[in-house]
């Protein structure tokens, strides 16, 4: 599989998830469509591993691997399921915009990266300013989105680091088998969640959008989009990977307002560019720098 097509197929794919995981919560307690997302795509992906012959690693580095993985898979995706019924699915991929950004600074502690240059502390003050603009616009957040805005930081921060410990472990795991440990990994994780929340019943409609959402999550956005995310990210350093999130959320935002009608608002569309803008800023910033001097060159 070649890493720009695995990176397209991250692109399309992360750019429709926000949308449908809003919809699989719709009448499906949202911890519990998560879970079924989750379920489906690991007992899709071993039978896939069985018929591709492909081993599943079990060591103790392996399974460590997975673990760091699951970071993102449970952690990010359970708050992002949870959040998904207070906030617009738009919002959900502006807010993973950070991650670019998270993974930077959690790279600098963990992997020992560079430390920032000041045009790269401005970028962060940047794209934290359009969340300040999105946070304080009333028509696209409702009264009982606070909840929902957190639960949406903790997600990101959780998917940066996620992303950072994977490369830190440095396995060399086939990504399909990749990302059916860190599915395997994320099942307990779903089950105790829904568990202490109450246990919701399982009452899915075959003919539902969360149904079909549910489906095609754990088809594309579960299986397809983690083999496809895990493979570049063993090719790119974990800010690169998260540069898909640079692309992403004008397209969900159109998705968003397009397929579920939800509000496109001056201010959403302006906190979204200021985001964008610290992004680029944040990772191309270093070529507004002037060049320095032909006799000051060694």
Known sequence: MSVPFSYLAVVLIWSTTPLTIAWSSESVDPVLAGGLRMAIAAVLGLILLRLMRIRLPLGRHAQMTYAYASIGVFGAMCCTYIASRSVPSGLISIMFGLAPILSAVLGQWLLDEPRFRAYRWAACLLAFSGLAVIFTDDIALG??????????????????????????????????????GALLWSLPGFALTWWVLGAAPLDVDIGSRSFWAILYLALFGSLLGFVCYFHVLRHLPPSTVALVTLITPVFALMLGHWLNDEPLTTGLWQGCLLVITGLGLFFWGHRLQPMPARGEQS
């Open 143 to 180: 009264e009982d989105s606070l909840g929902g805005l957190l639960l949406l930081l903790l997600a990101v921060t959780l998917f940066s680091l996620s992303a950072v410990m994977v490369k830190r472990s440095g396995a060399q795991v086939h990504p399909l088998a990749h990302t059916v």
